[in-house]
């Protein structure tokens, strides 16, 4: 036998409230932590340092470095693209995607992080149909 529904049902209410509550609460502790995550990531690669192209003076990231190869591999795995800020996403990738480019046009040699971030700047520009990237990376 269930003690719990032998209960007032003043009682039941109030322990559903309680749980419903909670539970509803943590669901939106944890939804505001991870939007504020991919923020902090975007914030992150935006100050990540830049430099000028040595093919047409666009600001782009250093390729090679792997703070650059870290983050965008995190933004990579965290992007759903329902984001309200996706063209800060498809900004930052279309840089990433022009450093690639002028890294290919200057040195062209192959280092893991270089391959990494071609890696993922193809793969987010297929799954979301970016071809402005995909002519760059061509």
């Given at each position: 036998?269930?003690?719990?529904?032998?209960?007032?049902?003043?009682?039941?209410?109030?322990?559903?409230?309680?749980?419903?509550?909670?539970?509803?609460?943590?669901?939106?502790?944890?939804?505001?932590?991870?939007f504020f995550?991919?923020?902090?990531?975007?914030?992150?690669?935006?100050y990540?340092?830049?430099?000028?192209s040595f093919?047409?003076?666009?600001?782009?990231?250093?390729?090679l470095?792997?703070?650059?190869?870290?983050?965008?591999?995190?933004?990579?795995?965290?992007?759903?693209?329902?984001?309200?800020?996706?063209?800060?996403?498809?900004?930052?990738?279309?840089?990433?995607?022009?450093?690639?480019?002028?890294?290919?046009?200057?040195?062209?040699?192959?280092d893991?992080?270089?391959?990494?971030?071609?890696?993922?700047?193809?793969?987010?520009?297929?799954?979301?149909?970016?071809?402005?990237?995909?002519?760059i990376?061509?």
């Open positions: 036998m269930n003690l719990f529904y032998s209960l007032p049902n003043d009682i039941q209410n109030h322990v559903y409230f309680f749980v419903y509550s909670s539970y509803t609460n943590s669901i939106i502790n944890a939804w505001r932590s991870y995550y991919k923020r902090f990531i975007i914030h992150s690669i935006d990540l340092p830049k430099f000028f093919i047409d003076n666009d600001l782009i990231f250093y390729v470095h792997k703070k650059t190869s870290f983050l965008f591999k995190k933004l990579f795995h965290i992007t759903s693209g329902n984001e309200s800020y996706i063209y800060d996403i498809r900004r930052l990738f279309y840089i990433l995607a022009v450093s690639i480019d002028d890294y290919e046009w200057t040195n062209g040699n192959d893991h992080c270089y391959s990494y971030n071609k890696y993922h700047c193809i793969s987010i520009a297929l799954k979301y149909n970016w071809n402005n990237i995909l002519e990376l061509d």
